[in-house]
């Protein structure tokens, strides 16, 4: 009975390892690049209806870029989908002279940021993993939810700064339908990047 004992425990331990190296080698899927914080760029845009997760959602929302999201146009949610992240500006790269004052708040990503298209803020790519301004990740704030206005500072609309991911206890809102078979936002109730995975990433990161 102890040496079945004993195999049970080995066997439940393997098993376990063999869950933790695939969620390991999810997170990993694609190459896209997935971190819990760091220095970001920002701008706005409108038409937020229709998001690449899915999900639309009456809180503050964004789009973030292409590397970060985890998925490509037309495949569908990426692991970002769904997560809250604390969005800080610091300044202005039009405007150096300007000292602020500058706002966080914290966004649910609901949307995709092509790299093609966008290449100036959302070209992030595995050769090249810097946009022109020099950021690893760029977050594009819903101005129909009210995201960009709370965010920038009047008459400024592209700004530089910081991001660190959050529990979604801390966003404001509420998810909305679901607009196509495949949406996710299980970013919301996943852990935090880079263990935890939520909607999983599709295809390839951006090259």
Not at 55 to 74: D, H
Request: charged share 10%; hydrophobic share 35%; aromatic share 10%.
């Amino acid at each position: 009975m102890r040496s079945a004992y004993l195999y049970s425990i080995v066997t439940l331990s393997a098993l376990a390892a063999v869950a933790r190296g695939a969620v390991l080698e999810s997170r990993a899927t694609g190459g896209y690049v997935q971190n819990p914080s760091g220095s970001a760029s920002f701008t706005m845009y409108s038409g937020c209806g229709s998001p690449a997760c899915g999900k639309t959602a009456s809180g503050f929302t964004a789009a973030i870029s292409q590397l970060a999201f985890g998925s490509a146009p037309g495949l569908g949610a990426g692991d970002a989908c769904g997560r809250c992240f604390a969005l800080t500006g610091s300044a202005d790269p039009y405007s150096p002279a300007y000292t602020g004052p500058f706002h966080t708040v914290v966004v649910k990503v609901t949307d995709l940021c092509p790299a093609q298209g966008n290449q100036q803020w959302c070209g992030q790519t595995t050769a090249n993993q810097n946009n022109s301004f020099n950021k690893p990740v760029h977050f594009d704030l819903c101005e129909d939810t009210g995201a960009s206005n709370a965010f920038f500072p009047s008459g400024h609309g592209a700004l530089t700064g910081t991001f660190t991911e959050v529990s979604c206890s801390q966003w404001s809102g509420s998810d909305g339908g679901t607009l196509w078979n495949g949406a996710c936002l299980s970013g919301e109730s996943a852990g935090l990047w880079p263990s935890a995975v939520g909607c999983g990433n599709q295809g390839t990161a951006p090259n």
